[in-house]
């Protein structure tokens, strides 16, 4: 089975400009979630989706950052303006829902590098 | 605030036993969750804890005590491959999906 699919895997590009993460769930979750990781923060969530709708984006550093989901299975992250403290590991997870603790299967990662 | 704290770098030696801790202050507790990520890869999940007690899980159990707001992961027969960070992950409410994760225990496994 295809696990989460994030693309591209690296992304070099310089300060200013619009950059789009994406990212394709394990079909059959119904939540969605970006995560940011550095050294200093390590794992943040920054934003998640149950059925396509965001539930919760308190973690979403400011107005420069935006995710969509206009489907199940795909979802986008876009930073407008790109900064260089925007470098960092963003990764995608999806996971069901329901009761207990369910596991996150995280896709490998969009490692961002702001110049 | 909302946190958790594990040790930032343990090391064992190959067929070691090793015991990673995690204190967690969270505003409610749903569960406590355990992740591996090897260097460059992404976090994949170990096991999971809603309840006090000991979870097994082959070569890794992980305990929790909610009394104390403490759980470990607990790595036997150590092998090299197991030279990874570990996370520590709680669901803070049946509320919410959001997980807080840990500052991550980086483990070193010596031949």
């Known amino acids: 089975d295809a696990g989460v699919i994030q693309s591209p895997r690296h992304e070099v590009t310089e300060m200013g400009q619009e950059v789009t993460l994406r990212c394709k769930p394990i079909s059959g979750h119904d939540y969605l979630f970006w995560y940011r990781q550095t050294m200093m923060r390590g794992l943040e969530l920054l934003i998640y989706?149950?059925?396509?709708?965001?539930?919760?984006d308190s973690g979403m550093p400011e107005d420069r950052f935006s995710a969509k989901m206009p489907n199940a299975s795909f979802s986008t992250l876009k930073i407008q303006p790109s900064e260089p403290r925007d470098s960092a590991v963003y990764f995608c997870?999806?996971?069901?829902?329901?009761?207990?603790?369910?596991?996150?299967?995280f896709g490998d990662g969009t490692r961002l590098s702001i110049l | 605030g909302q946190s958790l704290e594990q040790p930032s770098e343990v090391t064992a030696v190959e067929g070691a036993i090793v015991q990673i801790n995690c204190t967690y202050q969270t505003s409610g507790f749903y569960g406590l969750s355990w992740y591996q990520q090897h260097d460059g890869g992404a976090p994949t999940f170990l096991s999971y804890n809603a309840l006090d007690g000991l979870e097994e899980t082959g070569r890794f159990s992980s305990f929790l005590s909610r009394s104390d707001s403490y759980g470990y992961l607990l790595l036997q027969e150590l092998q090299m491959k197991d030279s990874a960070s570990y996370f520590c992950?709680?669901?803070?409410?049946?509320?919410?999906?959001?997980?807080?994760f840990g500052t991550g225990t980086r483990l070193k496994v010596l031949a």
């Open positions: 992950a709680v669901r803070a409410s049946s509320g919410t999906y959001k997980y807080i």
């Open positions: 997870a999806s996971s069901l829902g329901g009761a207990g603790v369910q596991p996150q299967h």
């Open positions: 989706f149950n059925n396509n709708v965001p539930i919760d």
